[in-house]
């Protein structure tokens, strides 16, 4: 189930002062898609976390740690 994921990834992308068109291109993700991500529309695919944590400069794990697993 995921929790903070969005939040998490905006907070990334603003402290680093990108744009959503910025972090799009150096991700290579569609803005719209970036956006729904944000907003908590989609969960982005593990590929597309690794994508974006490249563009970021931070571990996947710093994107990851808003994800819970439910057992």
Not at 35 to 43: A, K, L, N, P
Not at 57 to 71: H, I, K
């Amino acid at each position: 189930m995921q929790k903070d994921l969005h939040a998490q990834l905006k907070f990334l992308r603003e402290e680093r002062r990108l744009s959503l068109d910025e972090l799009a291109l150096k991700a290579r993700v569609g803005v719209a898609r970036l956006q729904s991500y944000e907003s908590g529309e989609e969960v982005p695919s593990v590929q597309t976390i690794l994508k974006l944590s490249n563009a970021l400069e931070v571990p996947a794990s710093n994107l990851l740690d808003g994800l819970e697993t439910v057992e």
